[in-house]
C-alpha cells in the first residue's frame, strides 16, 4: 500500500529565510506527487504537483519541489518565506488506477517576524 | 466560479444523531471523495465515488454513508454508530474517474462537534 510521511509535525522559521518541507513516500512503481496548503478552517490547495519528467517541479507562491527516486523524496522548499506562509502543507501520493490520494499527517509552519 | 460548496460549515450535534454534510460541485468532474482531518493525523479516506449511481469505501468508512444520485452531488451521512464523529471534513473532486492521478480540489470544509 502506498504511504507518505512528513517526519516534520513543526517548523519555524524566520521571515525571508529559506524552507525545506520533508516529505517521503512508498509506492513500488512512479508515484504522482502532490504539495497542498491550508490556512485554519479551510479546504486544501494545490501548491504543486509531479507526474513525470523535469524533478524539479515549481508551483505557485514562490514554491518548488524536487522528486529524488533513489531517496523516495519529494521535498518543498521556498528561498524566502513571506509571513503569509504560515499555515500547514500536505504532501499527497497517488497512482493510476489507485482509488484516491492518500496524505501525509502535515506539517505546521510558523512563520517568525 | 466553478467550485465546491460544502454545507454548514459548522454543525453541531447531540449524540446518537445522524448527521448529513452536503457537498455539491459544479467542475463537471466525475469523481467525488470524503476526507476527514483530525489534527496530527492528516486527512483520511471515508468514501468516494468515481460514477455517478457507484461509491467505494475508504479506509474509515464505519458510522458513515453516501449517497451520488447526481454527479454534482455527493451528501455525506454520520451516523449515531461512528464513535467519535467530531472532526473536520473535506469533500473534494477530480476530473478523472478510475485513477487517482489527477489534482483533487476541495471545498471549505465542514466542522463537526458532538455535544
Redesign the interface.
Known sequence: AQS?T?PD?HITVSEGASLELRCNYSYGATP?L?W?VQSP??????LL?Y?SGDTLVQGIKGFEAEFKRSQSSFNLRKPSVHWSDAAEY?C?V?????????????TRLQVQP | DGGITQSPKYLFRKEGQNVTLSCEQNLNHDAMYWYRQDPGQGLRLIYYSQIVNDFQKGDIAEGYSVSREKKESFPLTVTSAQKNPTAFYLCASSKNSGSSSGELFFGEGSRLTVL
Open positions: 507518505v512528513q509535525i504522482y502532490f497542498y478552517g479551510q479546504g486544501l490547495q494545490l504537483k507526474f500536505f499527497a497517488g497512482a493510476t488506477g489507485r482509488r484516491a490520494l492518500t496524505f501525509g499527517s502535515g
